[in-house]
């Protein structure tokens, strides 16, 4: 497998007030294309911030972020933006589904920012819904399903677009125990059967589980990291 992720030497600082506060220290990390990762670690451990990282919502202090072989950190906001669109999907412990468009209209919002047609937009959308299961469901507004399909809903709008990498914050965070084994299941099946390289922070060792490597931030510094 290809490299897909290089971090090398990254350092994140926020400045409160008078105070700044070290989240990342000085983290250097590889991923495979292909990998099926889990960040976990204490709350306050700096494991969503390197995530946001990852996923270009946020900029490094210090460091180097290299994914795909380009280097996003040293991006424009516009090119990072667009780079986020193309090659980025995002699953949030909170489903930020629209309540009044239906599981379609939900899956189909990343592509209104693409040149694709309505019909193309339609047709992508429903593959989407398909892989996630809930084809039968594409009529349906957010409130007209359960947790669990929400966030399949939401997974089918972070794929719509075949983005290389899926970043996901506490995925399962939010759901009972059955709806959060077959988000995890989806996922899974996403990487293993998609080649989708997935990042995902998870405080659930259950969760972690099914990730195929295992790595622990501590204090904004890498601590250990095991294969699952």
């Not at 059955?178 to 988000?183: H, P």
Request: charged share 20%; with cysteine; glycine share 8%.
């Amino acid at each position: 497998m290809s490299k897909l992720i290089e971090i090398q030497n990254l350092s994140k600082v926020y400045v409160r007030g008078k105070q700044q506060v070290e989240v990342l220290h000085r983290i250097d990390l590889e991923v495979q294309q292909g990998d099926f990762l889990a960040l976990m670690g204490p709350s306050g451990s700096g494991k969503t911030t390197l995530l946001n990282l990852i996923g270009g919502l946020d900029r490094p202090t210090s460091g180097s972020i290299t994914i795909g072989g380009e280097r996003i950190d040293q991006l424009s906001s516009a090119a990072l933006s667009r780079w986020r669109a193309a090659k980025v999907g995002f699953v949030f412990q909170f489903y930020n589904l629209m309540p009044m468009l239906s599981a379609q209209r939900n899956v189909e919002l990343p592509l209104l920012l693409t040149k694709l047609s309505a019909a193309e937009r339609r047709k992508r959308a429903s593959i989407a819904l398909a892989l996630v299961g809930l084809s039968d469901r594409a009529s349906h507004k957010p409130t007209e399903l359960s947790g669990g399909q929400q966030q399949r809903v939401s997974i089918a709008r972070a794929i719509v677009s075949d983005p290389t990498l899926l970043v996901c914050d506490e995925p399962t965070g939010d759901l009972d125990r059955q709806s959060a084994e077959d988000v995890l299941s989806l996922l899974q099946a996403l990487n293993r059967d998609h080649g989708k390289t997935i990042v995902m922070v998870t405080h659930d060792p259950r969760a972690a589980e099914r990730a195929g490597q295992v790595l622990h931030l501590d204090k904004g510094s890498l601590v250990e990291q095991v294969s699952a």
